[in-house]
């Protein structure tokens, strides 16, 4: 088996896809397929391994592992021990609760005072014992077609529950466990850091030293994220190389035998790993190293590169099948896996650094491509370039000299102040080129949420690359690895430009309105409002690091994730903030080709503010009135109101009126029962099949003698859960359901999906079942 354990690595990480039940039915044939080949080619041994390997998998998953809570959800106090680091984010304390009943539960707390803030904070310390008394609260799967889901993500950590505490009462200071001990030691080295550093300095100690990254601005991690460049700012196979390597090297030049030292490193490496925080990405290189070190004790002879890291994946999928679902795992293992196998033959053929540093980041690019895309819905155009800056930046610099600044700062205090000087004037310029170029989109590639046969097709051109490059191996061979992107971007154009189908989309954004409409053959796209979250003022121990805000976390990742790269138009019914609030999360990241307003829209300072950026960008601002009409391409939007100034801010809402896909549509914004007889009495012979109910189902809006004259066949309500206004309102729900309207919710069908083509409707969907 010497050099073909990656196989079966690969072997057991399809079989526990396959038992996982999620798109089994790919792993399955693949598996089949593989099976009669080594059969065909007489490869008994190894297929008797691999079977091997298989059924002990099958045995694990099916007895030893567990995929389902113990809790029924009624209990009020949960006891158990602190499991992970606090997370304290404005006034919101969040940690993970090891429960005595074994299971791990996600604790969250309103911190109520400042005082209350700084005393847990010096007072929680992880591996204590605490009671919790709250209530459980089940995590929701995704209310929108592509938003992330927790659910999902938590039952692959074994977490099943959250519950939003009352009350927190420490019962023990200590259990005394050596996971509690490393996890409290590496608790108070952060919170060392952050007391004696600067904020920027001890947010990039925390993160490579300890793998902490829970204070690390946002907008700095979304932009390393959006670069493709995270992997710096996280604890890896680089980093234990350096940490390691570096004291493999002192070791033996103060002349420690080799064995000794291999025995004495093959020691530290468990604490190490327990030390940065156990993502897949440092157990894996953790591993991965011991077996070499491991190797090299017990065997003189180099064992084959591939082989240690397959040995880390075989044991890591054993002790846990789910973690094949992990992304860290699968971008750890994907760029560990090729960097070994490709670093040789990249050395040998390009004799310039930077040459080097650009293929291996463009190999990295590629074998992550189906990992990244189907996750993130993008790439960087220029990630590859920043790559080659940034990971020998941190790697070489930054993360030697952070460590220098902590063991300095052990034993002599004064020198915080230099060190963090000396971090942050070295982080200042990089980081604010990364920053401004992270507010340019047209520097990402957009190839949106990809369907299975297009994930497959990227495989297949990904690997043929990789054979075609290795073929030539020259500077003109770099081109051949910039072909699947270029391919792949093309085919979704194509399939796009192809498709006869449009859509109509209403984004749940909770209380308020997005409606996405995308015409036949991608002949323009259309945005009616962008939601809006209303923010309430917070003292400043209290404001969260990235509160959620409906237009960057909702209306945006749906525009990316549906390949909306541009907007033709954006219409803003009204002034309402639940209607134009989430404005913010998109301009600088969606061009939008016109925005349109009511001529009786009255912005606020931060809508001025927006429409002036939209402008300076290109954005034509446009005024609708009633009788007016809004072409794109050959659909024609007819807008019904406003008719005049009201005084209801409601009444002004922009109602436009289309033919989709042969239906009758009309999207009234908030339009209350006054404005509804106005255009009433402007139409009598107004019809409409699909209406989208005025003012999220509240008795203001949709009288009986609306529906009586429209006579609608759906009536599509856009309210949030538990809304404080009780939207819909009861006789509003009887009115539809008197006259056979068939009525959608998205508090409880999430966001609703309808599909038409030139002629007709042809389905519907939507993205949550309760």
Same mark, same amino acid.
């Given at each position: ?17 396959? =038992? ?133 993500? =938590? ?184 960097? =070994? ?430």
């Amino acid at each position: 088996m010497t050099g073909k354990w990656h196989l079966a690595a690969l072997c057991v990480c399809m079989t526990a896809w396959a =038992l996982s039940g999620r798109n089994g039915t790919v792993p399955v044939l693949l598996l089949i397929s593989y099976s009669f080949y080594l059969v065909f080619r007489r490869h008994y041994r190894m297929f008797a391994v691999f079977l091997a390997l298989m059924l002990i998998l099958v045995v694990d998953f099916t007895f030893v592992q567990t995929d389902k809570s113990i809790f029924s959800g009624r209990e009020k106090q949960l006891s158990g021990r602190m499991a992970s680091l606090p997370d304290f984010d404005g006034d919101r304390l969040r940690f993970k609760l090891k429960t005595s009943q074994g299971e791990t539960v996600i604790v969250d707390y309103l911190l109520k005072t400042r005082v209350e803030k700084e005393r847990l904070r010096q007072l929680i310390r992880v591996g204590q014992l605490w009671r919790v008394i709250g209530a459980m609260d089940q995590p929701m799967a995704p209310t929108n077609f592509h938003g992330f889901d927790q659910q999902q993500y =938590l039952k692959q950590h074994h977490i099943y529950w959250k519950m939003k505490a009352k009350k927190l009462h420490m019962q023990a200071q200590s259990s005394y466990n050596m996971i509690g001990f490393f996890g409290g030691f590496r608790q108070d080295q952060t919170d060392w850091i952050n007391a004696r550093f600067t904020s920027p300095s001890a947010q990039m100690m925390n993160a490579l030293l300890f793998g902490s990254d829970q204070q690390m601005d946002p907008a700095l991690s979304e932009a390393y994220r959006q670069f493709g460049l995270v992997h710096v700012l996280v604890v890896s196979g680089m980093h234990i190389a350096v940490v390691f390597g570096s004291l493999y090297y002192l070791f033996r030049r103060v002349g420690v035998v080799r064995e000794y030292v291999a025995v004495f490193l093959l020691l530290l490496m468990p604490a190490y790993v327990l030390l940065t925080g156990a993502e897949p990405s440092v157990v894996r290189s953790g591993i991965t190293a011991s077996i070499v070190l491991l190797f090299s004790l017990i065997r003189r002879h180099k064992m084959p590169v591939s082989d240690p890291i397959s040995i880390a994946c075989l044991v890591m999928v054993f002790l846990d099948p789910n973690i094949v679902f992990d992304l860290g795992f699968q971008l750890s293992f994907a760029i560990a896996f090729v960097v =070994l196998i490709a670093a040789p033959i990249v050395a040998q053929a390009y004799p310039s650094f930077i040459l080097r540093m650009i293929v291996l980041s463009l190999i990295c690019e590629l074998a992550t491509f189906p990992i990244i895309v189907p996750n993130f819905y993008q790439i960087s155009l220029i990630g590859v370039v920043l790559g080659v800056f940034f990971v020998p930046f941190i790697t070489f610099l930054i993360f030697p000299l952070c460590a220098t600044a902590y063991f300095a700062s052990l034993f002599w205090a004064d020198s915080s102040p230099f060190f963090s000087w000396a971090v942050d004037a070295l982080l200042l310029l990089p980081h604010q080129i990364l920053l401004k170029l992270a507010q340019i989109p047209s520097l990402q590639m957009v190839y949106g949420a990809l369907s299975g046969w297009q994930i497959c097709t990227s495989v297949v051109l990904i690997f043929l690359s990789f054979l075609l490059w290795e073929q030539y191996r020259n500077k003109k061979a770099i081109l051949i690895l910039c072909i699947p992107f270029l391919m792949m971007y093309l085919v979704v154009m194509l399939t796009d430009y192809a498709d006869p189908r449009g859509s109509v989309t209403f984004l749940d954004v909770g209380q308020g309105d997005s409606i996405l409409i995308q015409l036949p053959h991608r002949q323009g796209a259309l945005l009616i409002d962008t939601g809006g979250t209303i923010q309430f003022e917070k003292e400043k121990w209290a404001r969260r690091r990235k509160p959620f805000e409906v237009g960057r976390d909702v209306v945006l990742n749906e525009l990316v994730a549906q390949r909306v790269t541009h907007l033709d138009a954006l219409v803003l019914t009204h002034r309402d903030y639940d209607h134009v609030g989430g404005l913010q999360g998109i301009v600088g990241k969606t061009a939008v080709r016109k925005l349109l307003v009511s001529p009786y829209h009255d912005p606020d300072l931060q809508e001025r503010q927006l429409f002036k950026k939209l402008s300076a960008s290109g954005t034509a601002i446009q005024l609708l009135r009633s009788g007016m009409t809004l072409q794109l391409k050959t659909q024609a939007f007819h807008v019904l109101s406003p008719l005049e100034d009201a005084k209801d801010s409601n009444d002004n809402s922009v109602v436009l009126y289309a033919v989709l896909g042969g239906k009758r549509w009309l999207f009234t914004g908030d339009l209350s029962i006054s404005g509804e007889r106005e255009l009433m009495q402007r139409y009598p012979n107004l019809r409409a099949d699909v209406l989208k109910l005025g003012h999220h189902g509240s008795r203001t809006s949709t009288s009986e003698a609306w529906l009586e004259q429209l006579n609608p066949a759906v009536g599509v309500i856009s309210c949030g859960r538990a809304n404080r206004y009780g939207h819909p309102h009861p006789e509003v729900v009887q009115a539809l359901r008197k006259r056979d309207v068939f009525s959608l919710r998205t508090d409880r069908s999430g966001a609703i999906r309808f599909w038409f083509d030139l002629t007709k409707m042809s389905s519907f969907e939507h993205a949550y079942d309760p």
